[in-house]
């Protein structure tokens, strides 16, 4: 027989069930893979329902009872039919005095309790065989991948747009990426460097381009050896992933963005963040030495545990 205490949270369980929760979730890659990191604490209170213009950030979710893409009007029936429509931009929040992750941002919004433990989960099994192929196709054993621009929205994304960066401070200089990568093939002989930047994006010697979407690319990292790459795709999908890897960051604080599991570097600092050495225009931050890289991704602890870097 159920005590009181047990009964009531049982009560709770049963209302919960029945509320349906719709959550806006807009941004670029990096913000809707932050936000699946809620997820399973929303589902506590609510079924959920996101509306996003980067869906495959939450297809498959078991937690999630259907995602909706934004170009439908936010009138359609399914949403009307929620209980509540959430929705919060942290980039116009307390997120801008730099002392929050973007996690810790999304939980503040939409009342969670936030702890480092807290991670984004993307589900992208489904991509296994045609990464396979892919793999297999290009005669890829061992692998390594690397990402050192970015910035351009993958929605609506046109092979045949000049390239260009809406926050090119984040972008690691392209002579400086040639020396990392003639290193890495120094290093690691028998590794194929593949490089997951876009077909109109900077492209190097001894790479090979993946033409693959950025959900297989996800699912391609969990095998790789490790990866290198600026504050982009790479290292938000890193611990996803549960993946290991450097990165480089320019003109964002790895406090707000990036993970303890992996190895985060800036011209100014190596080890700790240090806030009064930060300027987020100063064009050197990026400017890590390719040689640092290369020791600290031969050093990488890859029992580390995933977690989100705050200061």
Same mark, same amino acid.
């Given at each position: 027989?159920?005590?009181?205490?047990?009964?009531?949270?049982?009560?709770?369980?049963?209302?919960?069930?029945?509320?349906?929760?719709?959550?806006?979730?807009?941004?670029?890659?990096?913000?809707?893979?932050?936000?699946?990191?809620?997820?399973?604490?929303?589902?506590?209170?609510?079924?959920?329902?996101?509306?996003?213009?980067?869906?495959?950030?939450?297809?498959?979710?078991?937690?999630?009872?259907?995602?909706?893409?934004?170009?439908?009007?936010?009138?359609?029936?399914?949403?009307?039919?929620?209980?509540?429509?959430?929705?919060?931009?942290?980039?116009?929040?307390?997120?801008?005095?730099?002392?929050?992750?973007?996690?810790?941002?999304?939980?503040?919004? #939409?009342?969670?309790?936030? *702890?480092?433990?807290?991670?984004?989960?993307?589900?992208?099994?489904?991509?296994?065989?045609?990464?396979?192929?892919?793999?297999?196709?290009?005669?890829?054993?061992?692998?390594?991948?690397?990402?050192?621009?970015?910035?351009?929205?993958?929605?609506?994304?046109?092979?045949? $747009?000049?390239?260009?960066?809406?926050?090119?401070?984040?972008?690691?200089?392209?002579?400086?990426?040639?020396?990392?990568?003639?290193?890495?093939?120094?290093?690691?002989?028998?590794?194929?460097?593949?490089?997951?930047?876009?077909?109109?994006?900077?492209?190097?010697?001894?790479?090979?381009?993946? *033409?693959? #979407?950025?959900?297989?690319?996800?699912?391609?990292?969990?095998?790789?050896?490790?990866?290198?790459?600026?504050?982009?795709?790479?290292? #938000?999908?890193?611990?996803?992933?549960?993946?290991?890897?450097?990165?480089?960051?320019?003109?964002?604080?790895?406090?707000?963005?990036?993970?303890?599991? $992996?190895?985060?570097?800036?011209? #100014?600092?190596?080890?700790?963040?240090?806030? *009064?050495?930060?300027?987020?225009?100063?064009?050197?931050?990026?400017?890590?030495?390719?040689?640092?890289?290369?020791?600290?991704?031969?050093?990488?602890?890859?029992?580390?545990?995933?977690?989100?870097?705050?200061?």
């Amino acid at each position: 027989m159920l005590g009181k205490q047990e009964y009531k949270e049982l009560k709770i369980i049963i209302l919960n069930n029945k509320i349906m929760n719709t959550y806006i979730v807009e941004g670029g890659i990096g913000k809707c893979t932050a936000f699946t990191s809620l997820i399973p604490k929303l589902k506590e209170k609510s079924k959920v329902q996101i509306y996003t213009p980067y869906i495959d950030c939450f297809a498959n979710n078991p937690d999630v009872k259907l995602v909706l893409e934004q170009t439908l009007p936010l009138q359609d029936q399914r949403i009307m039919a929620s209980d509540n429509i959430y929705y919060c931009e942290p980039y116009k929040s307390n997120f801008q005095f730099g002392k929050q992750h973007i996690i810790e941002s999304y939980c503040e919004h #939409h009342g969670v309790k936030f *702890d480092k433990s807290m991670t984004p989960k993307l589900y992208t099994e489904q991509h296994k065989a045609s990464v396979n192929k892919w793999l297999g196709d290009n005669n890829i054993g061992k692998y390594i991948l690397i990402q050192f621009s970015g910035g351009q929205p993958q929605a609506g994304f046109n092979a045949n $747009n000049q390239y260009t960066n809406i926050n090119p401070n984040r972008n690691y200089q392209p002579f400086l990426a040639q020396q990392v990568i003639n290193i890495l093939k120094e290093e690691y002989k028998d590794t194929t460097i593949i490089d997951c930047t876009l077909p109109n994006e900077p492209a190097y010697m001894n790479t090979i381009k993946c *033409d693959l #979407h950025w959900s297989q690319i996800h699912e391609m990292l969990k095998g790789a050896e490790g990866f290198i790459s600026i504050d982009s795709c790479l290292q #938000h999908f890193s611990a996803s992933a549960e993946k290991h890897g450097v990165v480089i960051w320019g003109s964002t604080r790895w406090t707000q963005f990036g993970y303890s599991h $992996n190895k985060n570097l800036q011209f #100014h600092m190596t080890d700790k963040w240090e806030e *009064d050495k930060f300027i987020d225009s100063d064009p050197r931050n990026n400017m890590v030495e390719p040689k640092l890289i290369i020791d600290e991704f031969k050093k990488l602890d890859k029992n580390k545990p995933v977690a989100v870097a705050t200061i």
